[in-house]
Each structure stands twice: as C-alpha cells, then as structure tokens.
C-alpha cells in the first residue's frame, strides 16, 4: 500500500483511527476490525521485545518488528521511529522503507536529552523529507504537553514547533496528549489546514470530541497493549 493512500485518510474533523499494534497478531486483529492502517506502538513493542520504552531497545529489532508486522497485513502501516535512534535521516528513511512502512511517528524528545531544539527538530525532519520523498507519511509528534502543568501557557511553543515542522515537510502534526479540549481547539485552527494527530485516552476527549475539535488522525498509543496485559494479569490472578 502506499503513502498516498495513508496522506488522504488524513481528514480533519473526520479522524482516522489508529488502535496501536505490537505485533503480527495484534495487527492481523487491527485489520479484521476493518482499520484501513495499522500503526505500531513503540512503547508496546519494545516491552513485548523485553525492553523499556525509550529507545532503549536495539534498532535491529525495532525494525524487525515493523517488518513482521507489514509482512501480515495488506493495509498501510506507520511505524512508531521514536525520536529516530540516533540515525542519519538517510539511513532512517532507508530502513523505515525496507520495512514496508508508508509512514512515520518522529517524536521532538531525545531519552537523556530532553526536547530538541525546534530548529534542530525540524531540520531532521526535512532530511527525512528529502531522503523519503512522498514514500513516508511523516507524523512530527510535539512533546511540549507533556507533564505541563499549565497547558495554555505551552500553546505558543507547541503552535511555533508544529509551524516549523509542517514548514520542513511533515504532513501530520501530534501535539501528544493534550488534555483540555480548548487547548486543542486551538492548536488546531492555528496550524489549519495541516492534519493533526490527537490522543485518545481516559479522563481525555473521546472520539466524537476530538473528531468535533478538528482531529484528522487519532491515536490510541500503548492503551490496548496495556488494557490486554491488564486482562491477563487478572486472569493468571485468578488461576493462582
């Protein structure tokens, strides 16, 4: 499948719905439920793999795993890059395509670093650009909501970071979660008419919210591997 049909299933105030994948399996179920992507979970996988969210997993298998999972499905798959893995955008946009992908999470925070200056982010980004042409659907994730207490008061940083990376060629931007409505509401009209990616998660805008503040994409994260593993602890519970 290609990134075209993945860019045109971005439709502000008529969201595509992304339940994350970690694997074959739970891609094959994504697909069966009649989602026309699958997207991947970097924060599943690298648990499932044995190791902590953060880019503390090896790259190989990483990449392997997205490659499991396009093997399976006959839809188009975005693969969760993290904030790259400290690769060139060459080499990035290279094994992001030997995967299967047509699209891409590059997210604005380095693990040990913090955020990314916003001219550093985006010239990353434009690499990548440059290095994928149109084959990759590039989602520019925007870390500044995190852990803020006072989300209007990071608004014009998250509205100047998305500008700038829209403006490097990302076709998607994901100001992760956000929690007031209001606060979406206008993160949306200020980088309209660009798509952008919201979260669904509890204690946050549902999905007929967020499609009504503009959301052309949304995102469920690690929440149906964690409601799954959740499951499963209260059953091997249950039979101890």
Same mark, same amino acid.
């Given at each position: ?99 299967? &992908? =047509? ?10 670093? $913090?955020?990314?200056?916003? %001219? @550093?982010? *985006? !010239? +990353? ?64 009209? &200020? =980088? ?10 509890? $204690?946050?805008?549902?999905? %007929? @919210?967020? *499609? !009504? +503040? ?27």
């Amino acid at each position: 499948m290609t990134a075209a049909k993945l860019r045109e299933l971005h439709v502000p105030g008529r969201p595509l719905v992304l339940p994350n994948a970690w694997d074959a399996d739970s891609a094959r179920l994504v697909v069966e439920a009649g989602f026309p992507v699958v997207a991947t979970s970097s924060a599943a996988i690298a648990e499932s793999l044995g190791y902590s969210d953060g880019q503390e997993a090896p790259i190989a298998e990483m990449f392997a795993a997205a490659a499991r999972i396009t093997r399976v499905v006959d839809v188009p798959v975005t693969v969760d890059a993290e904030a790259g893995y400290g690769l060139g955008a060459a080499e990035l946009a290279g094994r992001l395509l030997e995967t299967g &992908a =047509v699209g891409c999470n590059l997210e604005d925070t380095v693990p040990g670093s $913090g955020v990314r200056p916003v %001219a @550093e982010q *985006a !010239e +990353l980004l434009g690499s990548v650009r440059a290095a994928a042409g149109d084959r990759l659907v590039i989602n520019a994730r925007v870390d500044v909501f995190l852990g803020a207490e006072n989300e209007k008061a990071v608004l014009d940083e998250a509205v100047e970071r998305a500008r700038a990376y829209l403006e490097a060629g990302a076709d998607c931007v994901y100001p992760i979660l956000v929690r007031s409505p209001e606060v979406l509401r206008e993160f949306v009209a &200020a =980088v309209s008419p660009a798509a952008v990616n919201a979260t669904l998660w509890p $204690g946050g805008p549902q999905r %007929a @919210e967020l *499609a !009504e +503040l503009g959301a052309a994409r949304i995102s469920l994260g690690a929440g149906l591997w964690r409601a799954a593993r959740v499951w499963l602890a209260e059953r091997l519970a249950d039979l101890g």
